[in-house]
């Protein structure tokens, strides 16, 4: 019974590259969420999208980061133009909506600017 | 608007005394409230939640957390600590506006065990 799986665990980039965060949710979760946590931090919230949709993105800058879920395959979390100031964990969670709420989460992605 | 706050950044407690996590809300409606635990590189793992029902709540590992409406309260407690224990916690309230879903996080209180 896997979890939310992320990839990759780690990603280097400079700046000014993309980066590109991949989350694949709990099988038959159909509700996926980005947090971002900063050191030493708790984890904002970034966005939530369902299949094909984004729901809610008032967490999310309003520039170069963007977010999906597509149809088939995982949801992406993709950053342009990567400054320092992105460097942070970014946390993928799924839910099933029904009597249950909790989030469950993915072992996260650090992201190293440099 | 929906928050949370955790007011100790760090607790230490000796192993096999109770603990006590603190957390209150603020919530304009009926909370859904969730303690969440991170261990060093790791992503939160669940612990329990408060949706309705009885105030006291049992969860994973013998944590339990006690609701208080008239405290606007969540604390998280223990009976008997285990160095194990030692790790992040972080409590987290559900964002009630219409069409949302994502959890609002406190900033966290690390918990130490001293054995």
């Known amino acids: 019974n896997a979890g939310v799986m992320q990839n990759p665990r780690h990603l280097v980039r400079r700046r000014g590259q993309e980066a590109r965060l991949r989350c694949s949710p709990v099988?038959?979760?159909?509700?996926v969420y980005w947090y971002r946590q900063l050191p030493e931090e708790g984890l904002k919230f970034m966005v939530y999208?369902?299949?094909?949709?984004?729901?809610?993105e008032s967490g999310m800058p309003k520039e170069r980061f963007s977010a999906e879920f597509p149809k088939e395959g995982p949801s992406i979390l993709r950053i342009q133009q990567v400054v320092r100031g992105d460097s942070a964990a970014y946390f993928c969670?799924?839910?099933?909506?029904?009597?249950?709420?909790?989030?469950?989460f993915g072992p996260g992605t650090r992201l190293t600017v440099t | 608007a929906q928050s949370v706050a955790q007011p100790e950044d760090q607790v230490n407690v000796a192993e096999g005394n109770p603990l006590t996590v603190k957390c209150t809300y603020s919530v304009s409606g009926n909370p859904y409230l969730f303690w969440y635990v991170q261990y060093p590189n790791r992503g939160l793992q669940f612990l329990l939640k408060?949706?309705?029902?009885?105030?006291l709540v049992k969860g994973s590992y013998g944590f339990e957390a006690e609701f208080n409406k008239s405290q606007t309260s969540f604390h998280l407690k223990k009976p008997s600590a285990l160095v194990s224990d030692s790790a992040l916690y972080f409590c987290?309230?559900?964002?009630?506006?219409?069409?949302?879903?994502?959890?609002?996080f406190g900033t966290g209180t690390r918990l130490t065990v001293i054995p």
């Open positions: 999208l369902q299949k094909e949709n984004i729901i809610d």
């Open positions: 987290a309230v559900r964002n009630l506006s219409p069409g949302a879903n994502n959890l609002f």
């Open positions: 408060y949706i309705t029902g009885d105030n």
């Open positions: 969670a799924s839910s099933s909506l029904g009597e249950s709420y909790e989030q469950y």
């Open positions: 099988k038959g979760h159909s509700h």
